[in-house]
C-alpha cells in the first residue's frame, strides 16, 4: 500500500457554530409596563391615592376630590452592534455563520435590556411634566445582607414591607442570582410542599414562594460590591417600566464599499428603563462567599 495515501485522507471539520453559554435574551421584558415611543423622551403616567368624602347631610353638594397627577420620564438610548463576514471566511469555515451570529447578537441585545432594568432599579427617576427634577432611590428601601445569604425569614420580611405599604399582590418578582437561589433551596420551608405552591425540587428551581415570582438573572448583569455583597431586586410589575423607541432590529446587507462586497450585519435597538413608583421597589442584598 502507498504510504502517501494519508495525503488523500479526507478531514472532518464541524458544520454547525457553537455558541458559549450565556443568558438567551431578556427575562424581565415581559413583567413590567412596557410601551413603545417615538421620541426621544417617554413618559409613564401616574395618580396619587385619593379619600372618599363622608355625606353629612341632605341633598349636600358632591365634594370635589381632586386627583393628584405625576409623572416619571425615560430618556431614550441608542445600542448597537456589528459584525463582518467576509466571502473567504465562508470558504474557508465551509459553512455559512450568518444566522448564528445574528442570534449571538440578539440574545445579547435581550441582556441589555435587562441590563438597563437593573440600573434603573436604584437610579434616579426624572419626575414632573417634562422631567428635570431627579427622585433618588429611598436609602430606606435598600436592605443590608448582614452577611448571610438570602433565606425564608428574609423573604418572609419583604412581604411584610410590601403589604404594609399596600404594593398590590399580584405581579410581585424578585429578581436574584444563582447563589441566591441556591441558597433558597437548601431551606427546607422552601421547597415544602406545605410552604411552596411549587415542587421547587423538581428542576431545582423556585418559581413561586410567598407571593414572589422569582427570576433568575446572569451574575454578569447584578451588581456586586467588594464584600461579596450581591444585589437583588423587588418589584411590582407596575412599578417600573420599559420604553422602546426601537424594539431588537436585526439587519443583514452587503457592503459594497468593502472589497469583495461582504455581509454586514448589525444589531441595534434603542430604549431606556425607569422606577414609576418607588413604593414596590427594593434592593435586597444578599452576601455570596467567593
Same mark, same amino acid.
Do not use: C
Given at each position: ?99 448564528? =451570529? ?19 432599579? =436604584? ?14 432611590? *429611598? ?103 420599559? @420604553? ?17 462586497? *461582504? ?9 431606556? @428603563?425607569?422606577?414609576?413608583?418607588? @413604593? ?9 462567599? @467567593?
Amino acid at each position: 500500500m502507498s504510504q502517501s495515501i494519508t495525503n488523500a485522507f479526507v478531514q472532518q471539520f464541524n458544520r454547525n457554530i457553537h455558541v458559549l453559554s450565556q443568558q438567551m435574551g431578556s427575562k424581565l421584558r415581559g413583567l413590567m409596563r412596557t410601551t413603545d415611543v417615538n421620541a426621544k423622551k417617554a413618559f409613564f403616567d401616574v395618580l396619587a391615592p385619593t379619600e372618599m368624602q363622608q355625606k353629612t347631610s341632605r341633598h349636600q353638594s358632591a365634594p370635589l376630590v381632586e386627583s393628584v397627577h405625576s409623572r416619571r420620564s425615560v430618556d431614550m438610548t441608542d445600542w448597537g452592534w456589528g459584525d463582518i463576514v467576509d466571502n473567504e471566511d465562508k470558504i474557508r469555515m465551509l459553512i455559512s455563520p450568518e444566522s448564528e =451570529i445574528a442570534r449571538n447578537a440578539v440574545m445579547s441585545a435581550g441582556r441589555k435590556i435587562d441590563a438597563l432594568v437593573v440600573a434603573a432599579f =436604584i437610579a434616579a427617576a426624572d419626575e414632573g411634566q417634562f422631567g428635570g427634577t431627579p427622585i433618588v432611590f *429611598p436609602a430606606s428601601h435598600t436592605i443590608a445582607s448582614g452577611a448571610a445569604g438570602l433565606s425564608v425569614s428574609r423573604v418572609r420580611e419583604m412581604k411584610r414591607r410590601l403589604d404594609s405599604a399596600d404594593v398590590p399582590d399580584e405581579g410581585r418578582v424578585w429578581v436574584i442570582s444563582a447563589q441566591a437561589l441556591e441558597d433558597l433551596l437548601e431551606q427546607t420551608e422552601a421547597t415544602s410542599s406545605d410552604y411552596a405552591n411549587v415542587k421547587a425540587l423538581v428542576h431545582g428551581e423556585i418559581d413561586t414562594f410567598l407571593g414572589f415570582k422569582f427570576v433568575r438573572l446572569s451574575d454578569s448583569i447584578l451588581p456586586i460590591d467588594g464584600s461579596l455583597d450581591r444585589s437583588t431586586f423587588i418589584f411590582q410589575q407596575r412599578m417600573m417600566g420599559i @420604553a422602546l423607541g426601537q424594539d431588537i432590529k436585526t439587519e443583514m446587507k452587503r457592503r459594497p464599499d468593502l472589497w469583495g462586497t *461582504p455581509l454586514n450585519i448589525e444589531v441595534t435597538l434603542t430604549g431606556g @428603563a425607569v422606577r414609576i413608583e418607588d @413604593a414596590g421597589v427594593y434592593r435586597v442584598l444578599v452576601r455570596e462567599e @467567593a
